[in-house]
């Protein structure tokens, strides 16, 4: 699977999005070094911080899918171009991110750019017992 087919993924995920109150829906599809992708939609609630992130969905689909390391992440939002996780998903996603890990920064049409994971969360907390 090719970094435009996982930006596939995530956009697929994005059109699920429940999002009735921020109106800005998000899509986000890891990949793992088996190959297998998990891709995942933001949750929105009526009671506003209840609701969580696409990424969140997404790592929820990778563990249920039996776990594994991410290679690369891929996230698009209708609304923003290269729009970059928020902060407590990079503190999520880092929990299973591979070393050399990639995050795929996206518009509508694909990737437009990817950057090291490393570099968008650079010194993450990680107790010591940890990966
Ligand atoms: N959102 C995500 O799904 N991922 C991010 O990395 C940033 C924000 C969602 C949360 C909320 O449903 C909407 O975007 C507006 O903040």
Avoid at 4 to 33: C, H, I, N, W
Avoid at 54 to 72: F, Q, Y
Wanted: net charge negative; charged share 20%; glycine share 10%.
């Amino acid at each position: 699977m090719s970094a435009e087919d996982l930006f596939s993924a995530a956009k697929t995920a994005m059109q699920r999005a429940y999002a009735p109150y921020s109106r800005f829906p998000v899509g986000a599809a890891v990949k793992t070094e088996a190959g297998t992708v998990h891709a995942g939609c933001n949750i929105e609630n009526a009671s506003y911080p209840e609701g969580w992130c696409a990424e969140t969905t997404a790592l929820g689909h990778l563990v249920m899918a039996g776990g594994g390391k991410v290679t690369e992440i891929a996230v698009v939002a209708e609304k923003m171009p290269k729009i970059m996780p928020c902060g407590g998903c990079r503190q999520r996603l880092a929990e299973f991110a591979a070393d050399g890990a990639v995050l795929h920064l996206c518009d509508l049409d694909g990737v437009v750019e990817t950057v090291p994971f490393s570099a968008v969360f650079p010194r993450g907390f990680a107790l010591e017992s940890g990966k």
